[in-house]
């Protein structure tokens, strides 16, 4: 059950800090407060971590200008963080997700660089660390999330050195030659460099990110090591190593195993109409996760009559995200005149060729979509992990469906034994999608099976311990400092 009271100030052996907190805070118009699931795979993923640990978590509640006392969520002690308006333009909508989140996802679309955007974006970053600082117990373990908090482990380290720092990156880390283009590239490496241990994604990812400190920062890297040397003399090692995201198996296996799940998964059939194949796609709206190229491959498909409704229809859910960027407020438009296009185009009365769904759903809605579905499209252009793909494989109890997944996510490393697609090659694309489609059940139970497996035994328990192991055993050990005046602090 949820219970939201103010708690009192206590000190934590683990604190988790991410942009978010796991709930959002909602104020209706007529000033009633409610609270909401975070969209994301980032909270889905550390709300089981936390789960049964005594822990705390610091976000910030989702809407601006409003001051949060620190809650008790789900026997998780939570610690806002307050942002204005002007810092959810500049420091979220602006540096985060207009100028990093462009460059970390290969350009696809413009960064745009503005220097109120960075002095925002610093500002935030050093509340998070003053924020952490106060619920971390004497010698604790923080775990600083993604891209949003990038200067957090330097800021950190420096009123805190008695802390354990780990930093996560959810989205990938770009190439060298994209990430110099920032202009504050220096202090975003050194922030970074802050921290004991820094987890990526991907082999890859890892590697561009002590790349760029080689090349950008002229420190020594080893390995996987990279040792700055600061001012003083004084200098720290931090390692970067690839320790991809999962999802909690056990528990969404159950979930969609249980009946009502299951029955609700045949009642969604039945209400699209029974087809033969049922595609989906399950999405933020995001220019990275190549909606646009899955339309147009579909369309096509239509249009050469390969296939057609109600034989074959799609169900695609895109989660409303970001809407005042404008990148983001493009991609919806086009999406709706394509989704709108193809409807009118191609569909016969009452067996809609797309079923377009601007929404969010509870997990278990989400669960019976997923066994519902027989083709299940990934298609982003760059996804760092992409945990819908995990999803899919895992409410799959059943053996059945098929997973069409780009060779461009995190998962593709984990789950290459998929239909494996360029999006960016329509016409592979098109062939890819009609082999998920016609490959014989048993062959696909098989594909399925051994994915299954894949994510059964690296799951995000598994993650999660993986990391504070690399966490706890990162390079520089130094003698725990001894904090000045912290004794006799209730924890
Ligand atoms: O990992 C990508 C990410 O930005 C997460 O940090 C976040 O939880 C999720 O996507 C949703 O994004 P936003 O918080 O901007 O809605």
Request: some cysteine.
């Amino acid at each position: 059950m949820t219970t939201h009271v103010s708690a009192p100030r206590r000190h934590f052996e683990l604190v988790i800090a991410a942009n978010r907190l796991p709930v959002d805070q909602v104020t209706a118009a007529d000033g009633s407060v409610s609270w909401t699931r975070s969209p994301g795979g980032l909270v889905t993923a550390m709300d089981s971590v936390m789960r049964n640990r005594d822990g705390a978590w610091v976000g910030w509640g989702g809407e601006p200008d409003v001051d949060i006392a620190p809650l008790v969520h789900e026997s998780m002690y939570l610690r806002p963080v307050a942002l204005s308006a002007a810092e959810v333009e500049d420091y979220y909508e602006g540096f985060s997700n207009d100028t990093l989140w462009p460059i970390y996802h290969d350009v696809i679309v413009q960064p745009s660089f503005h220097r109120e955007w960075w002095r925002s974006y610093i500002a935030v970053n050093q509340r998070f660390a003053d924020a952490i600082a106060e619920v971390a117990a004497d010698g604790a373990t923080v775990w600083v999330q993604d891209y949003q908090l990038q200067l957090v482990p330097r800021m950190l380290r420096d009123q805190r050195p008695d802390l354990r720092i780990g930093w996560f990156n959810h989205i990938p880390f770009p190439a060298v030659e994209l990430f110099a283009q920032i202009p504050w590239r220096r202090s975003i490496l050194e922030g970074l460099l802050g921290a004991d241990f820094l987890g990526f994604q991907r082999v890859a990812d890892a590697q561009n990110f002590v790349r760029a400190c080689r090349r950008l920062l002229q420190v020594t890297t080893r390995g996987d090591l990279v040792t700055l040397t600061s001012r003083d003399g004084s200098s720290r090692t931090t390692r970067a190593a690839a320790i991809p995201i999962s999802i909690d198996f056990q528990a969404l296996n159950q979930l969609s195993m249980s009946p009502a799940v299951m029955d609700r998964a045949r009642e969604l059939r039945h209400q699209l109409g029974d087809p033969r194949v049922l595609m989906l796609g399950v999405d933020r709206l995001d220019y990275t996760k190549g909606i646009r190229h899955r339309l147009k491959a579909y369309e096509e498909l239509l249009q050469d009559k390969a296939i057609g409704p109600p034989d074959v229809t799609l169900v695609q859910v895109a989660t409303p995200s970001r809407e005042r960027v404008e990148a983001y407020r493009e991609l919806r438009q086009q999406v709706e005149t394509t989704v709108g296009r193809i409807n009118g185009d191609y569909s016969p009365i009452g067996s809609p060729a797309v079923h377009y769904l601007h929404h969010s759903y509870p997990q278990d809605e989400m669960a019976a979509l997923y066994l519902a579905a027989d083709v299940m499209l990934v298609t982003p252009l760059r996804d760092g992990m992409n945990l819908v793909a995990k999803e899919y494989v895992t409410c799959r109890h059943d053996l059945g469906g098929a997973l069409v997944l780009s060779e461009f996510t995190g998962a593709y490393h984990e789950l290459s034994q998929a239909f494996i697609c360029n999006p960016h090659d329509i016409e592979g694309l098109k062939e890819t999608i009609l082999k998920a489609i016609n490959t014989p059940a048993h062959e696909k139970a098989r594909i399925m099976r051994s994915m299954r497996r894949r994510i059964a035994d690296h799951d995000v328990h598994r993650w999660a311990s993986r990391f504070l192991e690399a966490l706890a055993s990162a390079p520089d050990h130094p003698q725990r400092a001894e904090r000045p005046g912290r004794r006799g602090v209730l924890r």
